[in-house]
């Protein structure tokens, strides 16, 4: 499936995309992908899988709309965040996406990592499950 859960186009063979900062892929293999909020710019970040990236540019076609750029993440407002040759990070809309409107936000993406806000506060299933397992103890009748 692609990127807006529909059947992803082909990726093009032609298609010329800077490569994914080795800083990207030891993150994800190490730590996971992010989603959640972040302090600053773009305020919220869901990365994408490695194995996705290329499937998502293609869906979104930022090789033609965007040279030299190729997207990495999403913030759900309808913009994407995306590497230049670089490795500095872009913020790209969805909607008329063209490379005059790369807007950047981090000179590298370990600067981007480090505004990652962890939750430190158990997610509210966590806070129910605490609340109620009593009710799930196996010896209870």
Known sequence: MG???LKSTHVS???VYPSIPT???VFVNERGLFEGF???RPGYIRLWALENI???NADLSVDELAPGYIAFAG???GEVAAFDGTGAVFMLPM???EAQYADPIASSFSELAGRFKYSRRPSVVMRVWRQFKFLFHPLRK
């Open 75 to 77: 913030n759900g407002a």
């Open 23 to 25: 800083q990207y892929k």
């Open 95 to 97: 909607i008329g996406m």
């Open 54 to 56: 290329m499937e998502f």
């Open 13 to 15: 063979k032609s298609a």
């Open 3 to 5: 990127l807006m859960g």
């Open 38 to 40: 972040t302090s600053g």
